[in-house]
């Protein structure tokens, strides 16, 4: 993993724990909290790079590769 995968991963992790911390579940609720987040601390194309590149790495690790939807996590 490369310095700035590193540095993305960690600014995702600290995004999703602020999304998850009253959630019981990723829901598209969650999904466009996380978005609005990243657009707040990143600004729009990091935002965009981050958020998808690391729920499609989430879902690859945990197994369901078929739950990323580049269009509609880029929409």
């Known amino acids: 993993m490369s310095e700035d ?3 993305d991963a960690s600014v995702f ?10 959630a019981t579940r990723f829901g598209h609720r969650e999904h466009v909290h996380l ?7 990143c600004g729009v194309p990091a935002a965009v790079g981050l958020v998808s590149d690391c729920i499609q ?9 078929q739950k990323y939807h580049a269009t509609i996590s880029r929409a």
């Open 5 to 7: 995968d590193t540095r």
């Open 13 to 22: 992790d600290a995004l999703m724990a602020e999304v998850m911390a009253g």
């Open 35 to 41: 978005t609005w987040l990243a657009v707040r601390r």
């Open 57 to 65: 790495r989430t879902a690859r690790d945990a197994g369901a590769p």
